[in-house]
């Protein structure tokens, strides 16, 4: 079922249970998998994953932004967009739900609330997870996001977030300008 089918019909999110968010998990887990199988492929060639653009409809995946770190962004784009390339600097508009990874309950949701989140791509406003997926996704893009706990709150506890939770996020990038 697609992202806008939910939200019309108030589901408000495909990560609402612990079901669905086990299977976006779990896809996004292949999807990784298959991503370090292909870098390692591609590493022959002197390309790196996030040097290559990943096929339409594949997982992207981004390092962590520290050195020797190994958190990756899981990004698996469920509708292509028609829109450009987001780009740092640019004032992002964004819907999402956001649910924990570990039993797909929803923390917080830009639908509930009847307004998209808006933030500038490299002020670091948001979790870094963010930060690296939008400049990787399409105005229109709609997608399921993997975020580690070292790209999300780490160690911080925030309100129905556990410290050192690996967060899902359904998006929808609205816009950005």
């Known amino acids: 079922m697609k992202f806008s089918a939910l939200a019309t019909i108030g589901a408000l999110a495909l990560l609402a249970n612990s079901a669905d968010a086990l299977t976006i998990k779990n896809k996004l887990k292949a999807k990784e998998e298959d991503a370090a199988d292909e870098t390692l492929t591609q590493a022959d060639d002197q ?6 653009a990943a096929p339409e409809g594949e997982a992207a995946v981004a390092t962590g932004a520290e050195e020797g770190t190994s958190s990756k962004v899981g990004i698996d784009v469920l509708e292509k967009g ?3 390339t987001c780009q ?3 004032t992002a508009t964004v819907h999402y739900t956001g649910a924990l990874a570990s039993n797909g ?3 917080d949701s830009s639908l509930e609330k009847g307004k998209p989140i808006k933030f500038q ?11 690296q997926a939008i400049v990787q996704l399409h105005v229109g893009d709609k997608a399921d996001l993997g975020c580690p706990a070292s790209l ?3 160690a911080t506890e925030k309100p129905g977030i556990p410290a050192n939770s690996e967060l ?3 998006v929808e990038v609205v816009n950005c300008e």
């Open 88 to 90: 740092t600097g640019q």
């Open 82 to 84: 028609q829109g450009d």
């Open 47 to 52: 390309t790196t994953m996030t040097e290559a």
């Open 105 to 107: 309950n929803v923390f």
């Open 121 to 131: 791509i490299g002020d670091m406003n948001v979790i870094q997870c963010w930060e």
């Open 168 to 170: 899902y996020f359904n």
């Open 152 to 154: 999300s709150y780490g």
